[in-house]
């Protein structure tokens, strides 16, 4: 079988998970509407804190109610996840500015590497660094892919993973992963796995002279 077929065959495989990833996508989303507004009661935090659950789970809520079938809505998703990712990594190679300046989250990688250490304190202290560089290879691959809509299916399935992992170890270093939509954003990267999300995309351009010449 040639690696095409097996991408092929995997996506496929995906495509068969949409029912119980919509159904996560709810439950998901009920739960992350909840904490926010209690959240947001509680502490009447500034937007610079909850600016992640804000903006996405609108947009999750959407792609639940219509079932991943407006395209535009599940473009919008792919894209908003993708420059999660694609913002993350800029900050910590500083190019949003200096540590400590206004929305900035760490400004260079050390304060990244020190971020990546509160967030697996589980994780001995030796491994750190591979971690952080890691994570920064897999968010900026995975942003670029889903900006760019390359292999969109796969790619969502990716970010869905590297959510989870990122939300798990929050969890499991005390840490609150709800004050960013962690898992939220990754049932909603498995769920536009499993539709059409490739509006403005390197994948529908490279299908256009295949429908051309069907």
């Keep these: 079988m040639t690696l095409r077929a097996l991408v092929t065959r995997a996506e496929d495989d ?15 989303v009920i739960v992350q509407i909840i904490w926010t507004v209690i959240f947001c009661v509680r502490t009447r935090p500034s937007f610079a804190n909850i600016y992640y659950p804000v903006i996405f789970t609108p947009i999750a809520a959407a792609l639940a109610l219509t079932a991943g079938r407006v395209r535009w809505i599940a473009t919008l998703a ?3 996840i993708g420059l999660a990712f694609f913002e993350n990594v800029i900050d910590r190679l500083g190019f949003l500015g200096p540590p400590g300046a ?6 260079d990688f050390q304060h990244f590497i ?27 691959t995975l942003g670029v892919t889903m900006l760019l809509g390359a292999r969109v299916r796969l790619a969502s399935v990716g970010s869905a993973l590297l959510f989870c992992t990122f939300a798990t170890a ?9 004050q960013y939509g962690v898992y939220l954003m990754s049932v909603a990267s498995w769920a536009l796995a499993t539709v059409d999300a490739s509006a403005l995309s390197v994948d529908s351009l490279l299908r256009a002279p295949q429908l051309r010449a069907a």
């Design 78 to 80: 792919r894209l908003i």
């Design 14 to 28: 995906i495509v068969r998970t949409r029912r119980a990833a919509f159904l996560a996508l709810w439950a998901l």
């Design 114 to 140: 020190t971020y990546t250490a509160v967030v697996n304190a589980f994780a001995p202290a030796a491994i750190i660094p591979t971690l952080a560089v890691l994570a920064t290879i897999a968010e900026g």
């Design 170 to 178: 929050m969890v499991l270093s005390g840490l609150s992963q709800m």
């Design 102 to 107: 206004p929305g900035v989250s760490w400004g």
